[in-house]
């Protein structure tokens, strides 16, 4: 989070500069860009899991 989004809220009364809205998109988008990567790791460590758990059927059930 930059400085300027610290400062400012968006129910502020006093309209954010151009820069200030351009500092609030970057952390905006670098949350996301955050988000889908941690998201992205969950996904594929449960995929993982899933096809661990397969092979280990697979193993048992003498396949």
């Given at each position: 989070?930059?400085?300027?989004?610290?400062?400012?809220?968006?129910?502020?009364?006093?309209?954010?500069?151009d820069?200030?809205?351009?500092?609030?998109?970057?952390?905006?988008?670098?949350?996301?860009?955050?988000?889908?990567?941690k998201?992205?790791?969950?996904?594929?460590?449960?995929?993982?899991?899933?096809?661990?758990?397969?092979?280990?059927?697979?193993?048992?059930?003498?396949?």
């Open positions: 989070m930059t400085e300027i989004h610290k400062r400012y809220r968006l129910t502020s009364n006093e309209e954010p500069t820069e200030m809205l351009q500092a609030l998109m970057e952390d905006v988008a670098q949350a996301a860009r955050e988000s889908s990567a998201a992205e790791a969950e996904k594929k460590r449960r995929l993982q899991a899933v096809a661990k758990e397969i092979e280990e059927w697979k193993y048992t059930a003498g396949l």
